[in-house]
Structures are given as C-alpha cells and as structure tokens.
C-alpha cells in the first residue's frame, strides 16, 4: 500500500476511534481485521461532500444510488471470513471498492465483481491510487460468480438476495467460507455457508439490510 495519500490528523484519530468503539466494542477480536480496518482510509471511498461523516457509526449514500456499508458490518462480515493471508477471495458487489480494500490486507488476491460499470471504474481508480495491487475489478453479474479463478476460499456478498445462489456455492473451495445477506428487501439474515468434507453447513448470524443484489440468480 502506498503511503502518499492524504489525511489529516483528526481523520487518524476519528478511524482509531471507529475501531476501537464501533468494531472491538461489539465483538470482533481478530488483530488482523481491527489493524485493517484501522489502515484503510475509508474517507478516500466516499462521495467528498460525505467526507466528514466518513468514520461516523452508519452507512453512507454513494454514487448510482447504492451505498457504502456500516463499519461494524464490514468488520463483522469480513471477520467470518476467518481468513488467513493466503486465501483467494470473490466479493460481489464491489461498490466503493472499500470492502475489497479491506480484503486485500487480509487475503493473498481479491477478485471484486460490480453490475455498475461506473462503480467499478471509481473503485479501481482508488483501490490502484492507494498501491493496493492483489485485487481485480471486473464488470458483471455476480450472481454468477467469477468461474475463470474459482475455486475461493472466501465468497462475501455485499448485496441482499432472496437465496444463496448454487453456482456461488459451486464455486467455494473445500474449507471455504460464503458470507451473504439473504432474504426480502426489507431485512436479510447474515448468512454463512461452509463446505468441509464436500458437505455444506449454513448458519444465520443475525439481521443486516443491503441494497438488493439484482441478476440472474439474484432480484430481477
Ligand atoms: N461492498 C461495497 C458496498 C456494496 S453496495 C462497498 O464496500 O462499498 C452493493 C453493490 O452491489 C452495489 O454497488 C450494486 O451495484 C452491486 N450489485 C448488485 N447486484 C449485483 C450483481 N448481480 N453483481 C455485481 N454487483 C452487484
């Protein structure tokens, strides 16, 4: 990662802050996520008129109507992860591209897909402006999954579907770990798919509300 990006002193304090009161405060623990979380400039990965509301405790509006998650649930999500450093990961729904930055400290190489062309043009300009070079952006239907670098070890949807979508479960590895929201728009379960000994388990680990994850095996 780069260092030449600017922020001021305040900025620093407010994401220690973030970190310390809205993500270790509610539980996650692991050293690793809480260090990124705390090295990411999350102000850089949204709108610059939002900037001085970068590290409050909520989600923030970005551009083409979609938004930028809570800090809690991108550590909360990220952290059931468990991943190691040597993983490769799918997110779907790339957004900002914050969520993916975060990946890319904690995973060997980050593949992020985005439905949004203009989404995923910003996020690469930011992600590549800040020196972090193991993620990819590519435009598509995530819903599909990303086949040509399958199998992930991680697969983190940062979109609420009406069901986790078989083909993204095809595409986890042995030991892998899925992360989705699922259910109707209004309110979605967290959702934690793991395949050990080519057997699938899922687990739901409480109610989130994502944008909708719209395509072929998502919302129309
Ligand atoms: N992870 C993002 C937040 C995601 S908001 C961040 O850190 O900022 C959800 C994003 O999912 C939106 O940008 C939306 O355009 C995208 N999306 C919705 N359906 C999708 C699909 N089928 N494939 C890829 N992206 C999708």
């Not at 040597?86 to 997110?91: F, P, Q």
Request: proline fraction near 6%; hydrophobic fraction near 40%.
């Amino acid at each position: 990662m780069k260092s030449d990006w600017k922020e001021t002193e305040r900025q620093a304090e407010q994401r220690r802050l973030m970190v310390e009161r809205q993500i270790r405060a509610r539980g996650v623990r692991d050293e690793r996520v809480l260090e990124a979380m705390r090295t990411i400039p999350r102000h850089l990965f949204v709108p610059p008129a939002l900037r001085p509301r970068a590290y409050e405790d909520s989600p923030l509006p970005t551009s083409e109507g979609q938004t930028i998650s809570q800090p809690y649930i991108v550590a909360w999500m990220t952290d059931l992860l468990r991943l190691k450093g040597e993983e490769v990961v799918l997110e779907v729904g790339t957004g900002s591209g914050y969520q993916a930055a975060i990946l890319t400290r904690l995973a060997a190489k980050v593949y992020t897909i985005e439905r949004i062309s203009a989404l995923a043009e910003s996020a690469r300009t930011i992600l590549s402006e800040l020196g972090l070079d193991n993620v990819e952006v590519v435009v598509g239907d995530g819903t599909r999954g990303l086949p040509e670098h399958a199998p992930y070890k991680g697969i983190i949807v940062t979109a609420g579907g009406p069901r986790v979508p078989d083909v993204l479960v095809e595409q986890l590895d042995e030991g892998g770990r899925l992360v989705m929201p699922v259910g109707p728009s209004s309110l979605q379960m967290l959702t934690v798919v793991e395949k050990r000994g080519g057997r699938i388990f899922t687990e739901q680990k409480g109610s989130c509300v994502f944008v909708p994850l719209i395509g072929q095996h998502g919302w129309e």
